[in-house]
């Protein structure tokens, strides 16, 4: 003969509401977390291309004020090295430049030639994460660091080069709204963020 057993009256299951309270109150715990780590993501992200855009500035200006040449075949140290940005593909570049004659190597630069033998690239660089983007559409394309003396030049694309005493570069996410994160580079190579 089979044996049933029975519980004690005290000590009863939940009720199906207090289940389905529960499972509830569970997945809208899950559903805050999931849009905070997304958020702490994206911070991440915008955080680490700060800081490669701004090792690849101070890379430039730290060649320029050594005053080396990068390549062996080189007899003496070009003019100047920079960083070239391009907004629209969301890619920047190290590049060094010589001015094409009789151009002197000095703060009287009003432009970038940008053929093959001034304008050399380096490097390559592009923001990883499909989900950042360069923010505030400007013209402003390029940061020149001389090695004849501690400044840098700013130049934009439609006027040459730039009066402005300092050049912002935005980096934001495409969320709206946006959030964001900035370099500022002033006239004299210092950046700030």
């Given at each position: 003969m089979k044996k049933t057993y029975h519980l004690p009256p005290d000590l009863n299951g939940f009720t199906?509401?207090?289940?389905?309270?529960?499972?509830a109150v569970t997945f809208i715990l899950a559903a805050i977390m999931f849009g905070f780590s997304q958020k702490s993501r994206l911070s991440v992200a915008l955080s680490s291309e700060r800081t490669k855009l701004s090792q690849?500035?101070?890379r430039?200006?730290?060649?320029?004020?050594s005053g080396v040449a990068v390549n062996p075949s080189d007899l003496e140290p070009p003019c100047a090295y920079g960083v070239h940005l391009v907004?629209?593909?969301n890619s920047y570049s190290l590049f060094r430049?010589?001015?094409?004659a009789p151009t002197l190597c000095d703060e009287n630069i009003s432009s970038l030639d940008t053929s093959p033998t001034n304008f050399q690239v380096l490097q390559n660089y592009e923001i990883i994460s499909k989900k950042l983007k360069f923010g505030n559409p400007?013209?402003?394309t390029d940061i020149l660091f001389l090695t004849s003396r501690p400044?840098?030049?700013?130049?934009?694309s439609k006027n040459g080069r730039s009066v402005e005493p300092s050049v912002?570069?935005?980096?934001?996410?495409?969320?709206?709204?946006?959030a964001s994160t900035e370099i500022n580079v002033s006239q004299n190579g210092q950046l700030s963020f």
């Open positions: 199906l509401i207090e289940i389905l309270v529960v499972v690849v500035i101070e430039a200006r730290s060649l320029a004020l907004a629209a593909w430049y010589n001015p094409p400007t013209d402003f400044i840098a030049l700013l130049f934009d912002k570069i935005v980096i934001e996410t495409l969320d709206t709204p946006p």
